[in-house]
């Protein structure tokens, strides 16, 4: 009987308010997170597989893994398509408001 051969997407500087949604849709689409960790932003040997006391100046890592890399890309997909949303979305706030009070 053949090994099943696992396939890996590895997403990097996670935003920390979308860690759980990209969790949640690794479970959806038969996918496992292998690795969860945080690292330092300003010191390449601190890395913890737990969240740290203080967060603040640590980027969070995900290594998924899967059988299929279609499910790998459905995520990869996913994530970017939400990256895209919240970056539109922000740039929609930061319009500045011209008023007119002249009636």
Known sequence: MGKIQKKYLEIKNIN?????WIEDIAEE??????RKEWKSKYNSYVVYDYEPFCSEGFEINLLISSP????????????????????????????????????
């Open 68 to 103: 299929d890399i279609s499910y790998l890309n459905f995520i990869k997909y996913l994530y970017k398509q939400k990256i895209t949303t919240i970056d539109y979305l922000n740039s929609c706030i930061k319009i500045p408001v011209i008023k007119n009070y002249s009636l």
């Open 16 to 20: 920390r308010e979308i860690v759980n």
């Open 29 to 34: 689409n038969n996918c496992r997170i292998e």
